[in-house]
């Protein structure tokens, strides 16, 4: 291994998550693997898996989903409120608009003026629910977000990302 000056610290080298990992246990047990592998260990193996594992299989219930917004519902039919991720935190608007065929919104989504997006009406099949299924795009964004306008608790409704 060439040396970066750290190599009396730090002998091992770190491995990175795997691109092609799919899940972030599968990506973390991976990673631990490696390392173990790399430094040549095998007594602390289950305790390296354990720490990188974080719990995860005792986890239960409900998930925390990835939340993006939150919006109240006007009389009108549009939603008001706010988008929030680590690099968007603006206000929001998410109006009905007038069908211009088949396959068009039912909403456009705007921020300061500028249209954000678009939504589509749906419901859900199991359960009769309505949402809105949002496609959100902009010139700074490196591929469009999907997401779902939901009803919550208290007439709120949230906006949840998927990929």
Request: charged content about 25%; proline content about 4%.
């Amino acid at each position: 291994m060439a040396s970066n000056g750290f190599a009396d610290l730090l002998p091992l080298r770190l491995s990175r998550i795997p691109r092609e990992a799919r899940s972030s246990a599968a990506a973390v047990l991976r990673s631990a693997a490696a390392l173990r592998v790399q430094a040549g260990r095998t007594a602390a193996s289950a305790t390296t898996i354990e720490a990188a594992w974080c719990g995860f299989e005792e986890q239960s219930g409900d998930t925390t989903m990835a939340q993006i917004g939150t919006f109240t519902r006007s009389d009108d039919g549009s939603f008001t409120g706010q988008i929030r991720t680590l690099n968007i935190n603006t206000k929001a608007t998410i109006r009905p608009v007038a069908k211009e065929g088949e396959r068009s919104p039912d909403y456009r989504v705007a921020a300061n003026g500028v249209e954000l997006g678009a939504g589509w009406g749906k419901q859900a099949k199991d359960t009769g629910a309505e949402y809105v299924s949002v496609k959100l795009d902009d010139p700074s964004f490196t591929a469009p977000v999907y997401a779902t306008l939901v009803a919550g608790e208290n007439g709120e409704h949230r906006l949840i990302w998927s990929r």
